[in-house]
Structure formats: structure tokens, C-alpha cells
């Protein structure tokens, strides 16, 4: 019997028909990146009235339920499908989760399929795909489809129940990266994921490993055919009845072979029971054959019209049939003839219904029949269907599959016109993987002469931050710009600044701001609200903050769609944390992230941003753990997709929420991660700060050698910039002065921390970064109380003190120097001019007092949870002296993953390195206990 849940489950998944999965799954649960993907994919065929109970094969099938891979191969038309819907009920009613996706031929291609993969997902648990639909939606690349694979097998693993994949026609995947995503699933599937292959081939699968583990099962062709009782079965229900020697002689001639027998039954109908031509019909070949010579010479014509013109699609309905046949208006009897054929089982299933228009398709076996028929349509009819289709199509939204059938209507120039009236627009809502796929459909010489659709390859370049090629598209078009109307050159000006802008150029940008500034009259919704934040970006970092909000507001009547109205409000809140005003910034930017969640990936651009403030104004507010929670599961998608402002800040803030709670691994992890990011992409600014913290690690572990070094390096980056006052390359003076501060004090040189500092304090207030003011005067406070000037100390202290409660600041003061502490206790000690500012003190130092190293586990106290199993095996290869990559294939992970267990082993241990992690498992008997075996990667 059925549980609630299994209720629910089963409930939920069956009763999806729509002809988008969004109407499924709300766009701020996956995205709008996969919810082009049609329904018809994401939901089986509905089971015949009359399914044959084959009790025999499913309690082989249940019995095999929690393997890791199930095959079911064999040709076409042996019941593949019929078998893993009648599957999926049971396991259905077992209270398991089950996905489903049809592959089709159009899904050979990497970027379509792993849509079609996350849109399946997607359909049963929304959650487990959030993070890897908007790192897809702008980048296909190898590692960052192996990481979606990661954090979707990582959401499954920490799912109560267990869930089930199934793929059928799995053969139409010929492409190498798809299979190479299939690997990833295979090899990374938790033990409550498992995946099912409906296949006519061999599976290009490596499953040596599995099948040595006993965790792979294959049906083929010998399960699948019927036994002479389920024949006779199939024919009687489908017959009404049969002679028991009729239905002998009809499985000898099939031998069992599911469509060959639902062939005959056809056949014996449409002849009314006249005897059937003694004929072995085995396999495809055969079943062409005589369903040429046999059925449909016996078919109404009006019905063999109306297949033979819907074989063209993949997926058909009445109105999209009407529309085929010429007969707009006769929608309702179409409804009738198709609901007719399907009762009559004649090779269509229907996909979804309900309570909204039907969906069909046809049996892969009867469509390639009717695809093959010699001079049934000539090219001229067969173009004219297609072009029927893509009108029908184009009508309704399905972009997708209208361009599909304008290409093959040898309609591509008109297909390309259609797609140049709209790119902009789905750019600006967030349809970058269903742009760009259409963009693939159509040929370069339609692509070429249009610099509409250039500008949209080149911005599908930009936010795949595949920056050399967005280089060579723009210089493409700016060799044309003489030869394009105003609105146009203003579009490809813009798109110089973005590009400008993703490279952390600032001076670009502002020696751009006269010619963005100049908006031609006719320019679309789109070209204002990226004039506006390119303008708002660059006065910002001149420190013109009111101008920039200024600019932002401006513009808000041409942000027509909600991500770009996001993406605005973010820059304001940037605007506001750059200014130093944290409390305003964390509740604009609070608003945004509520309305990202609503947005799905069309507002990713937005939700990066006000992630990475966020997390800098809550560890501002002194909420370290929060920072965790928030930009740990983050960091993947804001280092591929996110601009430089979003990814620098987040990474900084993690590093010193890590840091500052003691967790010395975890932070020394980030600042590797921010030297790599500054390293991968040639940007100075990440560079600098990434120095400065690593100048402040060598400093707090006592390594002077290191610090120097380290030091050098911020004195040469410093250099080159020694005459900016404005922008990115200001910024990066700031960081090296200001380090050279630090140093200074850390290492007592009181006199020169002052000489130093009063300059940067003038240049820092000059742009007014208030925050870094603040702790200007901090610094200042401390040099001052060691030259023993405590009046300055005193005046400089309570300077920034005053700045800071204004603002809201909290770890900016407490940060500045490790002498702050102690001058605070002394400010109160000698009296506080205030009691606001005396009560503000008593809080810096309340949060300071909070800071403490994590503690060592005793010997003696209860270990059972301290590591899980997955760490206890990590910490088992370690102790073997195995390196990350051996213990990655071991365990079937990617080096990256045992990293992260690594950091969380040496967190709960209280260690920093492998030799002290392994001393201490030995020392708290933490070795690997019995748990699922360890898995060698082929």
C-alpha cells in the first residue's frame, strides 16, 4: 500500500502535462535556463488501458531497485519504454523518486541535452539543480559541467529518499561530452541515486568497476520478449479475443517481439478478421516492410494523410495537426481523430493531457516508416510542412523548435529575422541556454549580415567569460561600425564597456563615458539599462556615489524586465557598501536577493552581485558564520559567472570570516582560491588584496621570511600604480599602502605606520571609501598610542570610532591592527566623551572577546560523530600517504571534492596539515570503520 509520500510522489510526477515544464516547476526553482526544455521530454508516455502485467520481468527489475545502473537494451520497438513506465509505477508506489527524460535526436548536441538533464531533475526535486542551472546557463566548459554533475549528486546524497533516473532512447546521445557527462553521474551517484538506460545499442559506458561491485544489471532483448502467454494476452486484450492457435502462430512469427505483435494486432483490425499473411515479423526491417505492404494500404487515407504529415515533428498535437493538414478551424475533430488512433494503438502515445491541450509522439518504428516512404512527399511538400510548423511554433514561443523547422523549410533568412527581432529581449530575461542553442540552429551566413545577432554571440561570449573570444567578436564588429546606424553603434560601444567592465577596467570605461553618454534617441530598453550601469560602475569607483544612484534612478522607467531592474538596485547596494554605508546596503541588498529567488537564472547576474556584498556586509555587522552559510555553496557559481566586484568581495569575506573564527584551513583554502581566481583571469585588484591577506597570515604565524617576501611583491604592485587617484587601479594602491601600514605596526615601526598612513588617509577620504577612513584612524590610534602620544591616540581613536558607529561598522575597526583591542579597553578606562560612543566601545570589544580558536577534541570524549563516514575514508587513504589525486579515484571523487573533506577533516580536528590529521586520527582511534566500499575509478 501506498504511503503519503508515495501518494504524493506519485501524484505530483503523473500529473504534469503542460507544454513547458515551467508550468511544473516555478522559474525560481531551476531557472529559466532549462524551461525551454518541452514537457514531453520530462514525462513518460501514458500506459495503454490495456498494459500486459509482466510480473515475471518487474520483480526482477524491483529486486535490482537500489543498484547503481540498470540497462534495458534492445531494438526498436521490443518494449523498452512500456517496461520503465510499468517500472516507475511500482517504484512510484515504493515511495522513491523517479525522473524520466526522452532523448531525441535533437538532443545530440552537449548544451541541449544537459538542459534536458537538469529540466528532468529539476521536475521531482527543483532544489537539486538550483546551483548548477545558473552556473550552466553561462558556461558548457568540461570542468564546470563536472562541477553541476557535483553539486547535483551532492544535493541527491543528503536527500531522505531514494531517486531514480531514467533515460530512454538513450542511444540518440552519440555525442562524446554527453557521454562524458553520463561517466560523471555513473561514477559520482551517491547510493541513493540510480540510473536507468533505456538503449538500442551498446551503452558507451565504463562499467567494468560497477559490475565487479555487482552494481550494474543489463535486460536485453531475450527478458524482453513476451512468453506465449503474454502474447496471447497482448492480442486477446487488444483483439477482444484471439483462438489460442492463432495467438500460437502470430508468437512464432514475432518470436515475442512487442511491436511486431501489436503490428498483427493492427493488422487483424483493420481487416476485421480476415486471416494474416504468414510472414515472420522479428525485427525493423521486417516491420517496414509489412506494415508498408500490409496496414497502411488498409488505413483511411485522411489518417495515413494526417501520420505521414506529423511524422515531421517530434512531438504533435490537434491544433498543430489542424494546422498541418490545412484546416486551421477543425481543431475539435482533430482532438477526436487523434484520441481515436491512440485508442486504437496504432504506434502513438499520448505524453501529457489532462486538463490542458494533448501531446503525442510517434513510435520511433512507425516514424522512420513513414519518414522513409518513397515519393509519398516530395521536397517541395515536405518543405512546406516544415514551414507550416515553424509558423505554429513561431506563434506560440517555441522558438526552439520553430527555428529547427524554418532551417529545414529552407527558411533560415526568415528564421534568422525572426530570431534578430527578439535576442535582445531573451538576452535581457535571462534565456542565454535557449538562445544560445537556437543561435547553433541557424547557419553563419544568415548569422554573419546581421549585427544584431553578431552583438548577441558576442554578449553569449561575455557571460561564458570566454573573454579571447568575445575579444575577436567585438573586433568584428567594430571594423563594421562605419557602416551601422547610430542605435547600433551605441549598442557595440556598450558592449566594449561590458567587456571593459568584466576585465576590472576601469580607465577603459571612463575614457568611454563621453560616447555612453551620448544615448541615441531611438535606443531600446536594454541599451538604457546597460548605459546606466556602465556609467553607475565607473563613477563609482571615482568615488561619485550619489551621481552613481543618481544615473541608476534615471534609468529605472527603461528596466522593463525584473532582472535588469535587480541588477540595478544591486549596483546601488554596491554603491552603498563601497561608500561604507553597511546597514542601508545589507537591507537593499536583502530586497534583492528576494527577488532573485523569484527570478531564477534570468536574474543571475543580480543574485551574484548582492551575494558577494552581502556576505561583506554581514561580516562588516560581525555575523562570521552567516558569511559561511551564505558564500560557501556560492563560490563555485560567483567565480564563473559573477563580474570581478561580486567574486573579489565574496572570497575576501569568507576568508576573513574563516579567519577570524579560527578556522586557520578553511580560510588558508579561500585565499587560495582568491590567488588562482586574481592568477586566471589577470586582474591586478585580486591580486593585490589577495596579497594583503596572505602578508597578514605570515604575520600571524611569526614567518618574517615569507611576510618580506610577500611585502616586495605589494611594494611593486603598489609602484605601478603610485599616481592613481581614481578607479580600480586607486583601489590597488590603497590595498599595498595600507599593507605596508600593517607591516609597520606588526612590526613596531611606529613612526613610519604614521608617515605612511596620513597620505593614504587624504586619498582614501578623497574617494570616499568611509569604511577604510575609519580604519585609517584606527591604524593612525594605534601608531600614535606606541610613539606614546596619547592624546593623538586618543583624538585619531575616537575620530574613527565616531565614523564608524555612523556607518554601522563593526570588523573594519576591530581589524585594523591587533593593538585595537587594548586601546579600546584603555579609551574606556580613561573615560569616553559619550555615552553612545562608551556603549559602542563596550560592543567592539564584546565581538572581540567572542574570537576564539576552535577546540581540540579530548581523548576521552564521544567521538561517534566527530568525522563522518566519507571523512573517515579520506583520513584512512591519507594515512597510507596516498596525494589527492590517488585518493580521488579511490573513492571515485574529483580532487577538488577531496580538498574540501580535507578542510573540513583538519577543521573538526584542530589541525592545519596531513601529518597532524593522520597523528591525530591514531591519536582519537578515528580510523575508516565498516562502512559502503571504496569505490576504483576506471
Known amino acids: 500500500m501506498k504511503g503519503p509520500s508515495a501518494t504524493r510522489s506519485a501524484s505530483s510526477q503523473d500529473s504534469v502535462s503542460h507544454s513547458d515544464v515551467s508550468a511544473a516547476v516555478p522559474a525560481q526553482s531551476i531557472g529559466r535556463a532549462i524551461e525551454a526544455v518541452p514537457s514531453t521530454k520530462l514525462v513518460p ?29 534492445g531494438p526498436a520497438g521490443s518494449g523498452k519504454t512500456s517496461t520503465l513506465v510499468a517500472w516507475r509505477q511500482r517504484l512510484l508506489a515504493l515511495d522513491f523518486d523517479v525522473a524520466w527524460l526522452t532523448v531525441a535526436a535533437e538532443d545530440n548536441e552537449l548544451t541541449r541535452f544537459f538542459g534536458a538533464l537538469l529540466a528532468s531533475f529539476a521536475m521531482v526535486d527543483a532544489t537539486v539543480v538550483r546551483e548548477a542551472a545558473l552556473l550552466v546557463g553561462r558556461d558548457h566548459s568540461k570542468a564546470v559541467l563536472e562541477r553541476c554533475i557535483i553539486t547535483v549528486v551532492h544535493a541527491i546524497a543528503g536527500r531522505a529518499r531514494d531517486f531514480v533516473l531514467m533515460i530512454d532512447d538513450a542511444h540518440c546521445l552519440e555525442e562524446p561530452r554527453s557521454h562524458q557527462v553520463l561517466q560523471w553521474l555513473v561514477d559520482y551517484a551517491p547510493p541513493n541515486l540510480h540510473l536507468v538506460f533505456a538503449i538500442r545499442s551498446v551503452l558507451p559506458l565504463s562499467l567494468a568497476r560497477l559490475r565487479a561491485q555487482g552494481q550494474v544489471s543489463e535486460f536485453d532483448l531475450r527478458d524482453l520478449r513476451f512468453s506465449p502467454e503474454e502474447s496471447e494476452r497482448f492480442l486477446r486484450d487488444h483483439l477482444g479475443r484471439i483462438d489460442r492457435s492463432d495467438a500460437e502462430m502470430l508468437h512464432q512469427l514475432t518470436d515475442g517481439w512487442v511491436a511486431g505483435l501489436q503490428l498483427f494486432a493492427v493488422d487483424l483490425k483493420t481487416r476485421s478478421g480476415t486471416r494474416y499473411p504468414r510472414v515472420q515479423v522479428r525485427d525493423a526491417t521486417a516491420f517496414a516492410s509489412y506494415f508498408e505492404r500490409e496496414v497502411l494500404v488498409n488505413l483511411a487515407p485522411d489518417d495515413l494523410d494526417l501520420l505521414s504529415r506529423a511524422a515531421i515533428c517530434n512531438r504533435f498535437c490537434a491544433s498543430l495537426c489542424a494546422t498541418l493538414m490545412q484546416q486551421p478551424h477543425a481543431v475539435a475533430s482533430m482532438t477526436s481523430r487523434l484520441a481515436r488512433l491512440d485508442s486504437d494503438s496504432l504506434f502513438i502515445s499520448q505524453i501529457s493531457g489532462a486538463n490542458q491541450e494533448a501531446w503525442y509522439r510517434l513510435h520511433p518504428l512507425l516514424r522512420e516508416v513513414l519518414l522513409g516512404r518513397p515519393g509519398h512527399h516530395d521536397a517541395g511538400t515536405r518543405q512546406a510542412l516544415h514551414k507550416a510548423a515553424w509558423r505554429w511554433f513561431e506563434l506560440r514561443g517555441h522558438l526552439d523548435e520553430a527555428v529547427r523547422h524554418a532551417v529545414q523549410a529552407g527558411e533560415a533568412h526568415a528564421a534568422a529575422e525572426v530570431l534578430e527581432g527578439c535576442a535582445i529581449d531573451l538576452m535581457g530575461q535571462g534565456e542565454l541556454v535557449q538562445l544560445a542553442g537556437i543561435m547553433r540552429q541557424l547557419p553563419e551566413e544568415e548569422v554573419r549580415p546581421r549585427i544584431q545577432l553578431r552583438m548577441v554571440t558576442a554578449y553569449l561570449c561575455m557571460y561564458a567569460r570566454d573573454l579571447d573570444a568575445l575579444q575577436v567578436a567585438l573586433a568584428s564588429l567594430e571594423a563594421d561600425q562605419d557602416t551601422m546606424p547610430a542605435r547600433e553603434r551605441f549598442a557595440v560601444c556598450l558592449l566594449r564597456g561590458a567587456s571593459a567592465m568584466q576585465r576590472d577596467d576601469t580607465e577603459t570605461v571612463r575614457a568611454m563615458r563621453p560616447d555612453i553618454e551620448v544615448i541615441p534617441h531611438d535606443a531600446q530598453g536594454f541599451a538604457f539599462a546597460g548605459r546606466a550601469h556602465l556609467l553607475a560602475w565607473s563613477h563609482m569607483y571615482d568615488g561619485h556615489f550619489e551621481r552613481a544612484r543618481a544615473i541608476l534612478r534615471e534609468a529605472a522607467p527603461h528596466n522593463v524586465t ?58 562588516e555587522a560581525n555575523e562570521r558564520e ?58 591586478e585588484r585580486a591580486q593585490a588584496h589577495a596579497l594583503a591577506l596572505r602578508l597578514r597570515v605570515h604575520h600571524a604565524r611569526g614567518e618574517t621570511t615569507q611576510a618580506m617576501a610577500v611585502l616586495e611583491r605589494l611594494v611593486a604592485l603598489g609602484t605601478l600604480h603610485a599616481r592613481a587617484r581614481q578607479g580600480a587601479p586607486a583601489e590597488i594602491r590603497r590595498v599595498c599602502e595600507q599593507a605596508r601600514v600593517e607591516a609597520c605596526l606588526h612590526w613596531q615601526d611606529f613612526d613610519g605606520a604614521v608617515s605612511r598612513c596620513l597620505p593614504l588617509l587624504v586619498l582614501t577620504a578623497s574617494v570616499g571609501r568611509w569604511a577604510g577612513v575609519a580604519t585609517l584612524h584606527m591604524m593612525l590610534a594605534v601608531a600614535e598610542a606606541g610613539r606614546g602620544d596619547r592624546k593623538a591616540a586618543r583624538r585619531q581613536a575616537f575620530k574613527g570610532l565616531r565614523l564608524g558607529h555612523r556607518l554601522g561598522l563593526a570588523r573594519s575597526l576591530l581589524d585594523a591592527s591587533a593593538g585595537v583591542a587594548t586601546l579600546l579597553e584603555d579609551l574606556l578606562d580613561d573615560g569616553a566623551p559619550d555615552p553612545v560612543l562608551a556603549f559602542y566601545i563596550r560592543r567592539l570589544l564584546d565581538a ?26 579520506v583520513l584512512e587513504l591519507v594515512a597510507q600517504a596516498m596525494p589527492n589525486k590517488k585518493i580521488a579515484r579511490v573513492l571515485g571523487l574529483t580532487t577538488h571534492t577531496v580538498k574540501w573533506h580535507l578542510r573540513k577533516i583538519y577543521g573538526k580536528l584542530g589541525v592545519s596539515e596531513r601529518d597532524e590529521a593522520v597523528a591525530r586520527m591514531r591519536d582519537l582511534a578515528l580510523s575508516a570503520q565498516p562502512t559502503s566500499p571504496i569505490r576504483l575509478v576506471n
Do not use: K
Open 45 to 73: 508516455p501514458r500506459p495503454a488501458r490495456r498494459l500486459v502485467p509482466r510480473d515475471a520481468l518487474q520483480e526482477r527489475l524491483l529486486a535490482v531497485r537500489r543498484q547503481r545502473c540498470v540497462i534495458v537494451q
Open 562 to 619: 525584473s532582472a535588469r531592474r535587480l541588477v540595478s538596485l544591486a549596483l546601488e547596494g554596491m554603491s552603498l557598501t563601497l561608500e561604507g554605508h553597511m546597514i542601508r546596503a545589507g537591507h537593499l541588498l536583502r530586497e534583492v536577493q528576494r527577488g532573485c529567488a523569484l527570478q531564477g537564472a534570468a536574474s543571475v547576474d543580480a543574485a551574484g552581485l548582492a551575494d558577494g556584498l552581502l556576505g561583506e556586509t554581514l561580516y
Open 626 to 683: 552567516a558569511v559561511c552559510q551564505l558564500l560557501e555553496p556560492r563560490l563555485d557559481v560567483l567565480e564563473r559567472i559573477s563580474g570581478p566586484d561580486a567574486a573579489l568581495r565574496a572570497l575576501v569575506a569568507l576568508f576573513q570570516a574563516h579567519w577570524t573564527l579560527g578556522r586557520r584551513t578553511e580560510a588558508l583554502a579561500c585565499l587560495a582560491r582568491l590567488e588562482a581566481y586574481a592568477t586566471r583571469n589577470g586582474q
Open 848 to 873: 572581540r572577546m567572542r574570537e576564539a580558536p576552535p577546540l581540540r577534541p579530548a581523548c576521552g570524549e564521544d567521538r561517534a560523530d566527530l568525522l563522518n563516514a566519507r571523512e573517515r575514508q
